[in-house]
């Protein structure tokens, strides 16, 4: 049976330059505390920006 990790959500991550929220990430609760911030690709923007975790 597989291992389920209870320490891992999903979280939505929203581009900082135009607000789209379409990137989904699970990220470990237990080792990072802080908000996320991940340099991603966004498709609106058409070129890597910082994405934030909305809260
Ligand atoms: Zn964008």
């Known amino acids: 049976m597989a291992k389920k990790n209870l320490n ?3 979280v939505t991550l929203k581009c900082s330059e135009c607000g789209s929220e379409s990137k989904r990430v699970s990220k470990n609760k237990k080792n990072t505390t802080e908000r996320l911030e991940l340099k991603k690709h ?11 975790e909305k809260k």
Do not use: D, F
Request: contains cysteine; glycine residues 0%; charged residues 20%.
């Open 42 to 52: 966004c498709q609106t923007c058409r070129k890597h920006t910082v994405h934030s």
């Open 8 to 10: 891992r959500s999903l």
